[in-house]
């Protein structure tokens, strides 16, 4: 499968930067629950959820090279996503791999997702969605639900489309938001087969097309003919397709009964 176009990696740049941000924005909750209280004068978390990442990376960083502090793995954590937030890429990274392996399952959780996250955003999505599907599965809730979106979205990008779909099923459950509960369902559908005429700037010349195959073409048994919309390189076009087929045989049959010159079988969710 070929790299995606630049438009498409930045279109999918978008989500993953708010994921990022959604994700460091829950840490101190998501990190203070489950640890033992740290002591007033340590402060990290509190600059952290005031969006004071210098301050709460050098803070974090202090405490984590404690060895005695109780709260040592969380302390690399949030210095680690501090350092990501910055922009200190390296740094991140340098804080937040060793912490895969942690026992405690909300930082090597959040650890796996911060960095396949970042893999994301580098394009190495083979990387990304191995972190993010290996977070997803040490989260809970809306963490895991959006650790399953963007590992469902990286294998996408590489080609993996059934994968995918069973990775956006297992956030379907996780997810307590409305709008990214309906997003997992509608990723979650499964590939079905349809065979496209041709893609339209306008629907009505869509519309026409259809009707024209309606007139000429179309047998007894195929599917409906639908123009559906096909966001592509910024702009919308109408693509003229019929199906859905449950194999790519029955496509390439349908296909060859419409004898039209330029169709193709292509693979989408059916809606």
């Known amino acids: 499968m070929p790299p995606p176009t630049a438009s498409a990696r930045a279109a999918v740049l978008v989500p993953v930067s708010v994921a990022l941000l959604v994700l460091l924005a829950g840490v101190g909750a998501g990190v203070g629950g489950c640890a033992t209280k ?4 340590v402060g990290y978390l509190e600059a952290y959820e005031q969006k004071q990442f210098a301050d709460a990376f050098a803070k974090a960083s202090q405490r984590a090279q404690d060895p005695k502090a109780p709260d040592r793995e969380r302390a690399q954590l949030v210095a680690g996503m501090s350092a990501q937030a910055l922009g200190r890429r390296q740094d991140a990274k340098n804080l937040l791999t060793p912490l895969r392996g942690s026992t405690d399952n909300i930082v090597s959780g959040r650890a796996q997702t911060t960095l396949g996250l970042m893999a ?3 394009g190495d999505d083979r990387t990304a969605s ?11 809730g809306q963490d895991a639900a959006l650790a399953n979106l963007h590992a469902g979205a990286a294998m996408e990008r590489i080609g993996l489309r059934d994968e995918a779909s069973k990775q956006y099923a297992s956030g379907v459950a996780e997810a307590g938001d409305p ?6 369902t509608e990723r979650s559908k499964p590939l079905a087969y349809f065979v496209q005429f041709g893609a339209f700037t306008t629907r009505a010349a869509a519309d026409a097309k259809a009707q024209k195959l309606i007139r000429t073409s179309a047998r ?7 123009v559906i919309e096909t966001p592509t390189g910024g702009r919308t076009l109408f693509a003229v397709q019929v199906g859905p087929y449950s194999s790519v045989n029955a496509a390439r049959l349908a296909r060859t009964r419409f004898a039209q010159p330029g169709s193709a079988v292509t693979r989408r969710r059916a809606s």
């Open 38 to 41: 740290p002591a007033p004068e």
């Open 120 to 122: 994301a955003q580098a």
């Open 130 to 140: 191995a972190l993010l599907r290996s977070g997803a599965r040490k989260l809970d």
């Open 179 to 184: 709008t990214l509960k309906a997003m997992l």
């Open 220 to 226: 007894k048994g195929d599917p409906a003919l639908i």
